[in-house]
């Protein structure tokens, strides 16, 4: 594993309109290692995820690739750098097949000139082995993503993404519609992309999630970074602790104690 | 492929029949064979060959704009202008030619061009505003019934384009898009062939290449297709252009067989072409549809035109078998397309 940072954020800025979606955000991605995204609602990450994706561009501070200046234009400029996201909402096409969705934007072709065409049974393989990979059986590759479990979807998404991603693997929430088993599969995955040596970078609610597989924190607060941690800085309880606001976390739980005491008191009195 | 997975307990539950039905262009087909038998039970000249041959030829010109127009809507998109387009590129070759002295493979050139162009502005517009094609296409159908009327006035003081067949090259020309072949005695268009080889090349395009993979999601899902790499604008203004290919491919049929071409050639076409398109299984909304149902969808088109004459109606009622066959495959598809996800569940 090289010391040398795979994509570096510098300083990255992003606006809608009049919404501050990310402000001055950094951190550093290497390859081997996986970097955590942590937030509440509309902190900003899939939008930092986005710019990582080329779906969205900067409108201030810089990425650097191997320690040049890139510019991510669009998704596919993302994925030839060896770039592969799996998007919040999974960027699959409900009514098409599943083997074509796998392979969507980045279809393998036979034939030459003219006759050069999609080479479906090579699509179709590749489908299934790499989702019985994951432990996804499916039933039948030819079945529309749209009548797939959200689970389903999720890992074939997944693969999709693990299959592509050259040197930077994405995931934006990756095991938010998954069953205990199938997060800890993804869970798994990852550390296994991990110790290929690609670079992921993880974005979820979940500590739990975060804290065994994550190698770097990056904590983000209605578009500002709240700290950018290595392990060794932060304990699980502090991450916790700190994605809840800390204080509010108290307030929380107090605020909880007392609205089950009124309930009681309620039910008591009638 | 199937032989190399384990088998899966749950796949029983997925039959031939399911399968079938899921196919966008099976409810099309089942028409055809309904709308055939009942009228050739009830004339005979229509299941003749002559009579065959009569049904084709408006099937043919049809079904080579249904196809384009499918893969567009598949697409996610619609061209009003699709009808009158064929008409710019026959008055654009007749004039040229007949007025203007132009040499005709240059004219026909030069009219292809002429109808390309207009396709990739439809298709430019939609991609850059984001507006609905169908007010964009709306637009230009209008500046171009406009146009084509305007034109044909100011240098012809007609409605009309004739003499078409005295330019240089016309047998050439009618070899290609007007000659007729005899088979049982029956004289059949060639553009029943050309129908035929745009539908098996539209199929091809759909299914069996990239850029069919394409079409699929940007009328599915244009987002997730930008998302993972799909060239989404270049796709949509492709789709557009190949439109207009098939009208200068079908206006020029028709000009080379006429001799001539009225100003108005093609208004109001374009609605029968997206009619046979949905008969033919595609979804009004994008993603979902085959070019065979399309074809499928103008061979009912041209019986139930025919075949009311020849069973001896009046044929104003054409239009309301035509409206009635819309709506009963409309319902049909949908009803066939629900049983069949929900079995798969
Ligand atoms: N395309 C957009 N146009 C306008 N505002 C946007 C856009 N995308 C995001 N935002 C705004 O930016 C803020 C951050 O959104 P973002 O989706 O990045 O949050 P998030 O951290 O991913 O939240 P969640 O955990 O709910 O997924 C939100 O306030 C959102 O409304
Ligand atoms: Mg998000």
Redesign the interface.
């Known amino acids: 594993m090289t010391d040398a940072p795979l994509l570096e954020i510098k300083d990255v800025t992003k606006t809608f309109g009049s919404v501050i979606s990310l402000n001055g955000i950094s951190t550093t991605v290497r390859a081997g290692q996986v970097t955590c995204v942590l937030g509440d609602n509309g902190a900003g990450k899939s939008t930092l995820i986005k710019i990582l994706?080329g779906?969205h561009q900067p409108d201030g501070g810089e990425l650097l690739l191997d320690g040049r200046p890139v510019k991510l234009g669009?998704?596919?400029q993302a994925?030839d750098a060896g770039i592969a996201?799996v998007?919040q909402?999974?960027?699959?096409?409900?009514?098409?097949a599943i083997w074509?969705n796998f392979?969507?934007?980045?279809?393998p072709?036979k034939g030459w000139g003219p006759l050069?065409?999609?080479d479906?049974?090579r699509a179709?393989?590749t489908t299934?082995r790499e989702l019985a990979d994951m432990g996804i059986?499916i039933?039948?590759p030819?079945?529309?993503v749209?009548?797939l479990s959200g689970g389903e979807r999720q890992s074939v998404a997944i693969a999709?993404a693990v299959h592509f991603g050259a040197r930077l693997l994405i995931l934006d929430e990756p095991t938010s519609a998954l069953g205990v088993k199938q997060a800890g599969v993804v869970l798994r995955y990852i550390a296994r992309a991990r110790d290929r040596g690609l670079a992921v970078v993880l974005v979820t609610h979940n500590p739990h999630h975060a804290y065994p597989v994550g190698d770097r924190f990056l904590l983000l607060n209605r578009g500002r970074s709240l700290g950018d941690f290595a392990k060794g800085e932060l304990s699980l309880p502090e991450l916790t602790r700190m994605m809840a606001g800390g204080a509010e976390l108290d307030q929380l739980a107090h605020e909880l104690e007392r609205g089950t005491g009124a309930v009681e008191r309620e039910e008591a009195a009638s | 492929m199937s032989a190399i997975t384990v088998a899966d307990e749950r796949v029983a539950r997925v039959g031939v029949l399911k399968r079938l039905l899921l196919k966008p262009e099976l409810g099309a087909l089942l028409g055809a064979v309904l709308v055939f038998a009942f009228f050739a039970a009830l004339s005979e000249v229509f299941r003749s060959a002559s009579g065959i041959a009569n049904w084709l030829d408006p099937a043919s010109t049809l079904g080579i704009m249904a196809v384009a127009v499918a893969l567009l809507m598949i697409g996610g998109h619609f061209d009003l202008s699709a009808g009158v387009q064929t008409g710019t590129a026959a008055i654009t070759s007749g004039l040229l030619t007949t007025y203007y002295g132009v040499n005709t493979w240059a004219a026909l050139l030069i009219s292809l061009a002429v109808v390309l162009a207009i396709g990739f502005v439809n298709g430019y517009l939609v991609v850059r505003t984001g507006l609905p094609s169908f007010i964009i296409t709306l637009g230009t159908f209008l500046m171009l019934q406009g146009l084509n009327l305007g034109v044909t006035k100011l240098v012809t003081n007609t409605v009309q384009i004739n003499n078409f067949n005295q330019i240089i090259g016309y047998d050439v020309l009618h070899a290609i898009f007007a000659s007729e072949i005899a088979i049982a005695g029956a004289r059949f268009q060639i553009a029943i062939l050309w129908w035929i080889a745009a539908t098996i090349l539209g199929s091809w395009l759909l299914l069996r290449t990239r850029f069919g993979n394409w079409i699929f999601a940007v009328g599915g899902d244009a987002n997730a297709g930008r998302n993972v790499g799909v060239p989404v604008a270049r796709t949509t203004i492709s789709l557009f252009m190949i439109t207009s290919f098939a009208a200068w491919f079908v206006g020029t049929t028709q000009i080379t067989r006429l001799t001539s071409i009225q100003a108005q050639a093609g208004f109001g076409q374009e609605l029968i072409y997206i009619v046979a398109a949905v008969i033919g299984g595609c979804l009004l909304t994008g993603g979902f549809g085959s070019a065979i149902g399309a074809s499928v969808g103008a061979l009912i088109f041209g019986m139930t035109s025919q075949g009311i004459v020849y069973a001896g109606w009046d044929a104003d009622w054409f239009k309301f078998f035509l409206g009635a066959m819309l709506l009963l495959a409309v319902l049909a598809n949908q009803y066939l397309r629900r049983f069949a996800e929900l079995s798969r569940r």
């Open positions: 994706s779906v669009s998704p596919r994925l996201t998007y909402d999974l960027a699959m096409v409900p009514l098409m074509r392979f969507l934007g980045s279809e072709t050069r065409r999609f479906r049974s179709i393989e299934r059986d039933r039948d030819d079945q529309p749209g009548t999709r």
